[in-house]
């Protein structure tokens, strides 16, 4: 049995939102350890699954767990951000329900190897395909101190981001970092220790955060899955995301929100406007859904996870959203 042990988060709150139906076609753009996958499935009998990761061990370990299902799964290694290619190079087309569980699984925090944990020590790679692309070390080294400062700002949500990149440049070119525990020293002498003793998280977290964030694309790819989703969508079929911070959340919630009209002007000046608005997708869940008190002492990760649902709209005519100038 694969060693990559994760316990997916919210499983019967997606289940009760994503709804799947018997026959239906399903896609787990995250699959990971297969955990939602085999609640989709089970749930909604003959249905078809179309499993997503671009990480080689996480596939793997559903391709072990999906066994049962046989032919009614389809594993591929890949970035859900091209979905739509995925999906017509396997002619697939449309889906009833799509689900994405964002950010970093617990395997791969726990794998010093992988990189991503701060209190471990590895390399610094944090890829989440670590078969392609640049590593953390890559980026630190070869982005400079003003740009470096800024993606910890702006993906980190670190207001000391500009100090904390002038430290590690400067420790980069003396060759004082190689792994994650030294960057996270590093980090730490960056944030006031008042504050050090202020805030239970670890100083260096949303610098790894940020790194991790940029490392992967991980807004990019989000961006991507946001703008085709609704085209992939079967009339009344459903659109489910589990976000782990502000950034994914944000995101997610301006795109369901902006999909419910499609003129090119801001909802209230169409309506002044008298131009008629038609939703492309319609709001399932109106707030976000936290995981219950019981799951989050079984699973301290899932205290942090948002889930947000929206709905294809039934008229399949319906035009794409426009985007406001």
Known sequence: MSEFGHESVLTTEVIAQLAPRDNGVYVDGTVGGAGHSIAILTEALQSTLVGIDRDPDALAAARERLLPFGARVHLVHGQYGDMPAILRE?????????LLDLGVSSPQLDRAERGFSFT????????????RGETALDLIRFTDVDDLGELIVDLGEE?????????????VLANRIHTTTELAAVIAKG??????RKFKIHPATRTFQALRIAVNAELVELERLLDAFPELLAPGGRCAIISFHSLEDRLVKNRFRDLGWTSSLPRHLAEQAGERVEPVCTLVTRKAIFASDDE???????????LRVCERTTAANVPAVRKSP
Do not use: C, F, W, Y
């Open 120 to 131: 471990r020590e590895g390399p610094l790679d944090m890829r989440m395909d670590p078969t």
């Open 191 to 196: 944030i006031p220790i008042i504050e050090q």
């Open 296 to 306: 989050v002492a079984r699973n301290p990760r899932s205290r942090s996870a948002r």
């Open 90 to 98: 396997l002619n697939i087309s449309p889906v009833n329900g799509i």
């Open 159 to 171: 207001r000391h981001g500009k100090k904390i990149a002038r430290l590690i440049k400067e420790a």
